[in-house]
């Protein structure tokens, strides 16, 4: 049995019982799919505001995961909010749903467009498609305006699939990565309207984990994922004490 937790780094309770549904819909019979979400942090994640704030509330549930013998964790925020830190605590596997829908991507096509959520949240993901190594085969990053919260609001889906084909059309890209963990239950539909593979990164990084996993590789704790040196951390965040 693969333990695999998947963490919606906000708070919106909803979107992670969403995230989970679709993670379990790719996951095989013999993964055990956990979704939770940080006891302290934003309802939800679209300024870099949000997402430094986000960050030890990850954190925590990385820590959480460990005693819990997790063997390989996705975060489910197109951001990777905290995932350099999350590999540093973590023994097993820790993916981005970013990273893994970028990958995913580039093996299905040579290059891909995102649509994501507000404008503001588009230079996050070229920093992302840079640090990766995809930025040549990203096309665009395209925002629809809908905030990560309205997502679940009926208008939303019609109106992101709308914006995919557009976006499909006028990029002449291969793939379309969808950019917000809100959308991963929009894929099948997205796909149908697109003709063209549509990539919901926490259904890529879900996969990617456990073959991570199946494959025997850990985290390297070589470098600069070593563990974190021991020191104190002072004030709201001293529990963070290591
Ligand atoms: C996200 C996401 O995936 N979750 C969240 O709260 N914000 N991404 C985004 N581009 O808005």
Not at 3 to 20: D, H, Q, Y
Not at 120 to 132: E, F, N, P, S, V
Not at 145 to 173: H, M, N, Y
Request: aromatic share 4%; with cysteine.
């Amino acid at each position: 049995m693969t333990r695999i937790r998947v963490i919606n780094p906000n708070t919106a309770l909803a979107m992670t019982e969403s995230i989970g549904r679709c993670a379990r819909a790719v996951a095989s019979p013999s993964t055990e799919v956990t979704a939770v979400s940080p006891a302290m942090g934003p309802e939800s994640i679209e300024s870099h505001y949000d997402e430094a704030l986000a960050v030890p509330g990850v954190l925590a549930e990385i820590a959480k995961g460990e005693r819990e013998s997790v063997d390989a964790y996705v975060i489910a925020c197109f951001g990777d909010p905290g995932l350099d830190a999350a590999r540093e605590l973590a023994a097993g596997p820790v993916l981005g749903i970013a990273e893994a829908a970028m990958h995913a991507a580039t093996m299905v096509g040579r290059t891909f467009s995102v649509v994501t959520t507000l404008a503001r949240t588009t230079g996050r993901a070229w920093d992302l498609a840079h640090r990766y190594g995809f930025a040549a085969a990203c096309r665009g990053v395209h925002a629809c305006e809908i905030p990560v919260l309205d997502l679940e609001k009926p208008p939303a889906r019609a109106a992101v699939t709308e914006l995919c084909a557009q976006v499909a059309e006028r990029d002449g890209s291969d793939a379309i990565v969808l950019g917000c963990a809100g959308m991963a239950d929009f894929c099948a539909e997205v796909s149908r309207a697109t003709g063209v593979p549509v990539i919901d990164g926490v259904a890529a990084a879900t996969r990617f984990a456990e073959s991570l996993v199946a494959l025997g590789l850990r985290t390297s704790t070589r470098g600069e994922y070593a563990r974190p040196r021991p020191k104190r951390y002072s004030g709201l965040l001293r529990d963070f004490t290591i």
